[in-house]
Structure formats: C-alpha cells, structure tokens
C-alpha cells in the first residue's frame, strides 16, 4: 500500500547480509582436526606429558582458531534496505556506517576469475570517507 502524498515512506528492509562463510573453512578443519587428535592423544601421552596439557592445548587452539574467527564472521552485518545502506560490526558496542540512497553514489564491481568460479564479486561503493567498516 502506497503512502499518502506528502507523507514520507516507511522503511522497509530488504535484504540483511554477512560476508561468505567460505572464510570459516580453515576454522572448521582446523576443529576437526584437533578434535580427532585429542581424542586419539588422550591417555596415549609419552611420559612428560599429562592429559591436562593436551586438553589446555586442544581449547587455546580451538579458541584462537575456531571459536574466535567464527565471532569475528559474525560480528560484521550488511543490511540493505529502502532507504540506506548500513554496515554494522563489533560485537559489544557496534559500530555503524550508513549510506543514503537520496545522496547518490556509485558501486563498483569487480571480479575476478576465482570469485566468478564461486559466483561472488566485490562491490566498492566510494562515499569520500576513509575510515574502512567491514
């Protein structure tokens, strides 16, 4: 239903977005892997070693590999809506960046021979700012 004349339009989302998750491969096989080793290296340890220094091992590597990747993926949202265009990141406090469609402005594309094999591109959209959110 369209609005009245005069009366500004409501805005309305359209699409919410997250950057491709292929960036998390590494992070998944590198779960699975040490997964499988500290279950085969579980009480198989050579004498030095103790069962509480492989599963301390086992959690920094899937912390710094795994888990803090994945929150630093989810962290970063791109919505599209009506209106704007808006980039969100930061997990706690979020941080913001907006772009009007009324201001007016161009999206370069460009892509290349690899991001055509996995049907992505990247898009640039120069707003004469040079702080980078995303």
């Not at 491969?25 to 040490?34: D, E, M």
């Not at 070693?49 to 091992?57: N, P, R």
């Not at 941080?95 to 370069?108: D, P, W």
């Amino acid at each position: 239903m369209a609005p009245q004349p005069g009366v500004p339009a409501q805005e309305r989302l359209i699409a919410r977005f997250r950057g491709h998750g292929r960036r998390l491969f590494w992070s998944a096989l590198l779960l699975i892997a040490v997964s499988g080793a500290t279950a085969y290296l579980y009480g198989n340890l050579p004498e030095p070693f103790e069962d509480w220094m492989l599963l301390a091992a086992a959690g920094a590597l899937v912390f710094f590999g795994a888990v803090l990747p994945l929150l630093i993926w989810s962290s970063r949202s791109y919505s599209i809506t009506t209106q704007r265009v808006i980039a969100a990141r930061g997990i706690g406090a979020r941080n913001r960046r907006e772009l009007s469609h009324m201001r007016g402005y161009t999206i370069a594309v460009r892509r290349g021979i690899l991001q055509r094999m996995w049907g992505r591109a990247r898009s640039r959209s120069p707003t004469g700012a040079r702080r980078r959110c995303g």
